[in-house]
């Protein structure tokens, strides 16, 4: 079976299951074994899968991220620290629809898997006086959480990605970071402005306890990052950090939240079985060489190069979700095609990016959907809008400065 055929079929099935209200991850895993079915049909394949799923550290560490961002969202929620915040960045900001968009990027920039499912309560508590439904709640989240993938130094496809195309990182950032602004116009036409909500011009004062829950708030994020960054921990154990440190911190000033209710109030099986469909569904795409046959399937097409990349990254950015997964694929084509060319890495990033927005198999889309209970094409149907806009803006902007290698 020819391998578009193959994944459009698949494609189908999901979307057939998500209309019959069956979670994501059963529905990734239905496709992973309709895939396997038509091209291995060997169960040998599905047990290598399965172990080098539970041998990667990557598993653990999204997993465990996850976990402890929703220990974090537990904590600050229960002792009053977010609604604290949320109080005070109101008053600041007299009114919430920039706050809709500016909290949900804030903690964007750490590049956590979880980190959607932090943002979320967020913004569910800036548009409790407003009215907007499930659907554009999560796409807020989900989009404006992604802002800084074109221009954060922190993004771990975009470290990837320059060090694989042979792109110095400041040019690639000083050639891309135009997109965030963009990608902030783009969200705030589609998502933010149609909401209907009046400035709040009470007292641009907040209280004390206000301000406390903000610091404590806005301070455990930066611990986050600090310790990500500076000291190099992988996100699962510099929020298990913080989580743990949080737990004294709030009882020491008279906030405390039970152990319990922390550690075993995380526990949502519901999640951690729909990430598991999709991280298994991706080593069943691996296992059975269709990644590989969808490069070759356009390396071997006479379409122009720039339109070869863009199409198998947005491809592939679909197929896996993730910066990192586009990137280790698409990067190394367009390094052999021309090392250094950063017109064509700037074409790989930007619909690569694309794809992984537009997909079931992203980590960000799967937590703010079960915490929103929103729909999967709901959410999505702004979020392709403002991604046409982008990829329409990006490529004639592109086609007109093109460079030769």
Known sequence: MNIFVLLTLALALIILMLRRKISIGLCMLAAGLFIWLIRSARIGDLSTALSTMMTMPRTYDIILALYFVMCLEIELRT???????????????????????????????????????????IVEELSRSISIDQNTKAAINFWFRHLFEFSSPIIPGMILACSIAGVAFGDMLRHLSWLTVLAFATGWFVLIRPIRAELDLTSARSDAREEHGMYLALGSVASIF??????????????????LAMVVVLRAIGRPVGVKEIFVGALNKKMFVDISGILYFIQLLDVTNVLTEVVAAFQSSPLPVPVIIAC???????????????????????????????????????????????????????????????????????????????????????FLTWSSP
């Not at 109101?90 to 499912?117: D, Y």
């Not at 990500?228 to 913080?242: E, K, R």
């Not at 959410?379 to 490529?395: G, Q, Y």
């Open 79 to 121: 002792s009053g620290a977010l609604h604290d915040m949320v109080e005070a960045l109101k008053r600041k900001f007299s009114g919430v629809k920039v706050l809709l968009a500016v909290m949900p990027a804030f903690l964007g920039l750490l590049p956590s898997p979880g980190g959607a499912r932090f943002s979320a309560p």
């Open 312 to 398: 198998v990254s947005l491809i592939i950015g679909v197929l896996t979700g993730m910066s990192q997964g586009h990137v280790a694929i698409v990067m190394p084509i367009v390094a052999a095609l021309g090392a250094g060319n950063l017109d064509l890495a700037g074409v790989a990033m930007a619909f690569g990016v694309a794809g992984q927005m537009l997909t079931p198999t992203h980590f960000c889309l799967i937590v703010t959907m079960n915490y929103f209970n929103s729909s999967l094409l709901g959410t999505l149907k702004p979020i392709f809008i403002c991604e046409v806009i982008i990829l329409t803006i990006f490529s004639a902007f592109t």
């Open 226 to 243: 600090i310790l990500v960054i500076a000291f190099g921990l992988s996100a699962s154990i510099g929020t298990a950090a913080v989580v």
